[in-house]
């Protein structure tokens, strides 16, 4: 067994691609429309294409976040039961500068965790969905 992916569902993808390409510095992978269920989809990842088993990207090695995009869908409801994403980065003070700079919204600055030594931060996507920034 190996984790393939994640998926999130978003309001507007093409804003969602910007902000993990752009400014969480992702790649696209594949994306895919499917217009008898009116919907499409996008795999994003980090890495290169040398991590694929063969050309299907659900065949990529490294995990891979995948943003569904209903499109008679203008509203999700958050819930209570999700946490976050969580994305190493080498400096997590860095990576807030870099989000902000780029537009993307920091919601809790670098710093130690409260109950440990581990520096994290959160920043948050377009549509809400938080991700944790851990710095190893």
């Given at each position: 067994m190996r984790l393939m992916h994640t998926m999130l569902r978003v309001t507007d993808l093409d804003r969602s691609i910007e902000f993990y390409c752009d400014v969480l510095g992702m790649q696209l992978i594949a994306q895919q429309a499917f217009p008898g269920g009116r919907f499409t989809i996008a795999f994003l990842g980090y890495g290169d294409n040398d991590n694929m088993v063969d050309t299907n990207p659900l065949r990529r090695t490294?995990?891979?976040?995948?943003?569904?995009?209903?499109?008679?869908?203008?509203?999700?409801?958050?819930?209570?039961?999700?946490?976050?994403?969580?994305?190493?980065v080498e400096d997590a003070y860095a990576a807030c500068e870099r989000i902000?700079?780029?537009?993307?919204?920091?919601?809790?600055?670098?710093g130690p965790m409260k109950h440990g030594?581990?520096?994290?931060?959160?920043?948050?996507?377009?549509?809400?969905?938080?991700i944790e920034l851990i710095q190893p």
């Open positions: 490294d995990p891979m976040l995948e943003l569904t995009h209903n499109w008679d869908t203008s509203r999700y409801e958050m819930g209570n039961a999700y946490g976050h994403i969580a994305i190493e902000s700079a780029r537009g993307g919204q920091v919601t809790r600055p670098a030594t581990t520096v994290i931060a959160f920043a948050a996507d377009p549509d809400g969905y938080s």
